[in-house]
């Protein structure tokens, strides 16, 4: 059983950074994670993932802005979130999947297996 803990939402103004750290509480470094979010009336969706090798996916509308990056050693995955934008809004959740590579729906998040309870940021214009 992985639990998984978000931190590091907040509110900040449009063009302003912010970091979102998962601590996870198993061994997470066989597991494809990810980050989601899902903004007041609208569907979950993907921002970005990563595979046990490292590999990194992402929704276009963060291309070039977001980074996630996983810390192995200490079970911990990361998003650096840069040049935000009000659109950006939303609770902000992690996920692990059992399996090490994410597939060509991670998007979706159907395959994660387990999810943190999320995190909340908000972008002022």
């Known amino acids: 059983q992985i639990q998984l803990e978000e931190s590091g939402g907040g509110s900040v103004q449009a063009g302003g950074s912010l970091t979102l750290s998962c601590a996870a509480s198993g061994y997470t470094a066989n597991s494809c994670m990810g980050w989601f979010r899902q903004a007041p009336g609208k569907e979950r969706e993907g921002v970005a993932a990563?595979?046990?090798?490292?590999?990194?996916f992402y929704v276009d509308s963060v291309k070039g802005r977001f980074t996630i990056s996983r810390d192995n050693a200490k079970n911990t995955l990361v998003l650096q979130m840069m040049n935000l934008k009000p659109e950006d809004t939303a609770t902000y959740y992690c996920?692990?999947?059992?399996?090490?590579?994410?597939?060509?729906?991670w998007g979706r998040g159907d395959d994660m297996d387990y999810w943190g309870k999320g995190t909340l940021v908000t972008i002022s214009s």
């Open positions: 990563i595979n046990d090798d490292y590999r990194t």
């Open positions: 996920a692990a999947d059992l399996f090490p590579r994410c597939g060509t729906g």
